[in-house]
């Protein structure tokens, strides 16, 4: 199992701020090459003894541009990247970690405001289909409720031909849920259905009868989402900019009809009216199936494969709390459902606030800011099964080991 003690055996430091710039996004070749999306650089690469550790490095692509997502290919031998506008991809030859010179824009026409990380991913068995998440523009986006708009929410794009200059985002592709504020993570279960993690709203009042009360502290909660299959369009609504979801119940988050206290995982809306209130988020609006602390920001999630026991999820840390809250990485608890078609779900239910577990964190987070604790960004599990973390304020790569 993990060790969940802050220490020198259970990380590997491998690289410092000294040598990566802002390290976002992380991949490994098959031969056991470790790229990086260093944001405002490109990406760096970086090879690995057999211990793990990097012993040599260079800048595999310039392109200043490039500031999250990254995927190999299935086949390894095509390398995907992205800016806040557009989807890029190389021709990659495993064997050198050499690229061609010029890049393929694959998606085009995404917007270059505000949440702006656009993360790649492909599943193993649909290795033409490209999902892209897209976050909303602005802390609460209201014109994102329209899913014409293509922000606030996650795209599927058939990568077997592209059509010249590349798939229009807003206008191509198929939809794998909306709603969903800024769904950074993404990553398939053991039947390749997708999951995301969602960072949810800021400085939040509630209006209740003409009566506001601040709830930022300790709501929204952020999100566990279960997308499913991305083979066929998901139309589901997600809730975002109308419903979000209670991580700390409390007075001001009262069901204005039932005159009941909402619970963790249920959804709330910012001003109930007669027109939509908290109950027409339970009817509309496709709740999370786990909920993170409010303001812990999950940026990344890999599954242990091929066990699915646990999803590992980084937790970048708030600005919006008082105190601090995530600069950790966590693991959710899953099992498979033999009775339900061998579904993948978290262990805990949807109202638990225990679901998950803290694998590496600093000594007192709520002393954590952006330049005195480490800041998780992305994961990568290796062949051995280790797991590869980056640290993008304090420019770190650490490799998680087992405990004895």
């Known amino acids: 199992m993990w060790s969940n003690i802050f220490a020198s055996t259970v990380a590997v430091l491998l690289f410092t701020g000294d040598g990566l710039s802002r390290p976002r996004g992380l991949v490994l070749d098959s031969l056991n090459r470790l790229l990086v999306v260093e944001r405002g650089v490109g990406i760096s690469q970086h090879d690995l003894d057999i211990s793990g550790c990097i012993y040599s490095s260079r800048l595999l692509i310039e392109m200043s541009a490039l500031n999250h997502g990254i995927y190999l290919g299935i086949d390894g031998n095509k390398l995907f990247a992205s800016s806040s506008t557009t989807v890029f991809r190389w021709s990659y030859d495993p064997k050198t970690g050499n690229i061609s010179q010029s890049p393929t824009t694959i998606i085009s026409g995404m917007s270059p405001d505000d949440h702006v990380t656009r993360t790649l991913i492909i599943p193993s068995s649909c290795p033409d289909l490209l999902v892209v998440s897209h976050g909303s523009k602005g802390n609460v986006d209201f014109a994102a409720v329209d899913p014409g708009t293509a922000r606030a929410t996650v795209k599927v794009f058939n990568i077997s031909t592209i059509p010249n200059g590349g798939y229009d985002f807003v206008k191509d592709g198929w939809g794998a849920g909306y709603g969903l504020r800024n769904e950074v993570g993404l990553v398939f279960d053991g039947n390749d259905m997708l999951w995301g993690v969602e960072n949810s709203a800021d400085q939040l009042t509630r209006n209740v009868s003409g009566v506001s009360t601040d709830i930022h502290n300790d709501n929204p909660a952020e999100e566990l989402n279960y997308l499913g299959d991305i083979k066929t369009p998901n139309d589901a609504w997600y809730g975002y900019p109308t419903c979000f979801t209670v991580w700390q119940p409390e007075a001001a988050l009262t069901n204005t009809t039932s005159g009941n206290q909402l619970d963790v995982g249920q959804q709330f809306v910012l001003a109930p009216n007669q027109t939509f209130d908290d109950n ?42 008082d105190p601090p809250a995530g600069y950790k990485l966590v693991a959710v608890p899953f099992k498979r459902d033999p009775g339900d078609n061998g579904a993948y779900a978290p262990v805990a239910p949807a109202n638990s606030k225990t679901g998950y577990v ?8 709520g002393k954590c800011s952006s330049s005195n604790c480490t800041r998780p960004v992305g994961l990568v599990f290796d062949k051995a099964g280790e797991l590869y973390m980056s640290s993008d304020t304090s420019g770190e790569i650490f490799k998680l080991i087992y405990s004895p």
């Not at 009817?283 to 993170?292: A, E, G, H, V």
């Not at 999630?301 to 937790?315: D, I, R």
């Not at 803290?358 to 987070?365: K, Q, S």
Request: charge should be neutral.
């Open 280 to 321: 027409s988020c339970a009817k509309m609006s496709r709740p999370p199936r786990l909920t993170f602390e409010a303001h812990t920001a999950p940026l990344d999630a890999k599954f242990n494969a091929p066990k699915y026991t646990n999803l590992f999820v980084t937790l970048h840390g708030s600005w919006d709390r």
């Open 358 to 365: 803290d694998i590496f964190y600093p000594p007192d987070e």
